[in-house]
């Protein structure tokens, strides 16, 4: 039996900055993922958007830490992320996404978001070229931004490995056992292991996992595509979010990386429920049309690549942060809803705290409470 502190099963966007706010905390911290190294999940399909621009005060604040810490390994530690704080900008073309951005606005700045509402000429200031015809205007949070994801990530697996933190790739969960409400053993196809912690960080296996102690958890992967284009010099700042659907996609949205390119996504109409991670014919055109139709400059531009990742949705699009009744040392931080990116980092730093102090700090308790695996699940975070 192999003991730790901490056994976190999952080494990908939230798995791995936990791993380093454990490790560097004095915890013994083991990290398992069945693939042959970090990020071979979900977390390599991340377009790098980090915004704290959501319409939940709990993905506001964890997000907020995030963006803290990044830009600090930045700016701080002079580690080059290729870190931008471009903002997110949400436009509006129409009377009732206008009204919904800014009576969002209340909630968005009670939580402490820098954010506003700016007029079309200055949208079109920041996004020089964007459709004139009906633009009303759009909700702009200038201290949100992008990064790019394989640095960010290989970062955090490399100061969790300095800090003293265990990874074992090749490794897959076979079976836990429990007893008395714990989690007592961990058992893969190569060893086991005893935590007084196991984290359950597993991405779009998460409900599989959870499973293996008959606990049932709403996590259910859809498929969403995206692309880049060719690098180009710099003519836009912001990550522009369009929210408007049509018969075919619902939102889409795109940024200038550091780099220069033109990373975009779309989200897909029907819902493509599963874990195919294929390409298809049809994203391209989709995504291409409806993103000319807003930037009519980014026609003359050549798409490199595409690719296809999975977002681990929960019905209402935000995370499950519990601990489950049934078992009290079985950690859930599932449920990312394709935003792992952006809130592993600062969920990483709120869980190592909640882990070491044994309760969340009066600040995190709120967070806590919003994300715990016994709400309701009705509705949708509008600005998912």
């Known amino acids: 039996m192999i003991k730790c502190d901490v056994l976190i099963l999952g080494a990908g966007s939230v798995g791995v900055p936990l791993a380093k706010s454990c490790a560097e905390r004095g915890l013994k911290t083991i990290v398992i993922e069945k ?22 005060p709990a993905k506001i604040k964890i997000c907020q830490e995030s963006i803290r810490i990044v830009k600090a390994l930045q700016e701080e ?51 020089p070229g964007i459709k004139r015809e009906g633009l009303l205007g759009g ?78 958890i709403p996590v259910h992967p859809d498929c969403h595509e995206a692309g880049v284009s060719e690098p180009v010099a710099r003519f836009m700042e912001p990550m522009l979010v369009d929210i408007r659907p049509d018969h075919e996609s619902g939102n889409y949205y795109f940024y200038q990386a550091e780099t220069g390119q033109i990373v975009f996504c779309i989200t897909p109409k029907p819902t493509i429920w599963g874990s195919d991670a294929d390409n298809t014919s049809g994203f391209l055109p989709l995504a291409l049309r409806r993103m000319i139709e807003l930037y009519p400059r980014l026609r003359n531009l050549k798409v490199r690549r595409t690719w296809r990742g999975m977002y681990p949705m929960t019905p209402d699009g935000l995370p499950i942060v519990a601990y489950p009744q049934s078992h009290e040392n079985f950690l859930l931080a599932v449920g990312m809803c394709g935003q792992g990116f952006m809130l592993g980092p600062g969920l990483g730093e709120i869980l190592a705290q909640l882990i070491v102090d044994g309760k969340p700090s009066e600040h995190n308790a709120q967070i806590l409470d919003e994300l715990t695996l016994y709400r309701k699940f009705s509705g949708m975070e509008m600005l998912k």
């Open 35 to 56: 693939e042959a190294s970090w990020g071979r999940g979900q977390n390599r399909a991340a377009i790098g958007g980090i915004r704290a621009t959501h319409s939940d």
């Open 77 to 127: 530690r002079g580690i080059d992320l290729e870190w931008r704080s471009g903002g997110y900008l949400f436009v509006a073309y129409d009377a009732e996404r206008e009204k919904s951005f800014k009576d969002l606005l209340v909630i968005q700045k009670a939580a402490g978001l820098g954010i506003d509402w700016i007029s079309p000429e200055r949208v079109r200031q920041l996004a």
């Open 139 to 216: 909700t702009y949070s200038p201290g949100d931004g992008y990064a790019s994801p394989l640095i960010v990530s290989t970062t955090f697996h490399r100061l969790a490995m300095q800090a003293g933190a265990d990874f074992r790739f090749n490794e897959r969960v076979l079976s836990m056992s429990d007893v008395g409400g714990r989690i007592v053993s961990v058992k893969t196809d190569k060893a086991e292991y005893s935590a007084a912690t196991v984290v359950n960080a597993a991405g779009a296996d998460a409900a599989e996992l959870a499973s293996l102690v008959d606990l049932e």
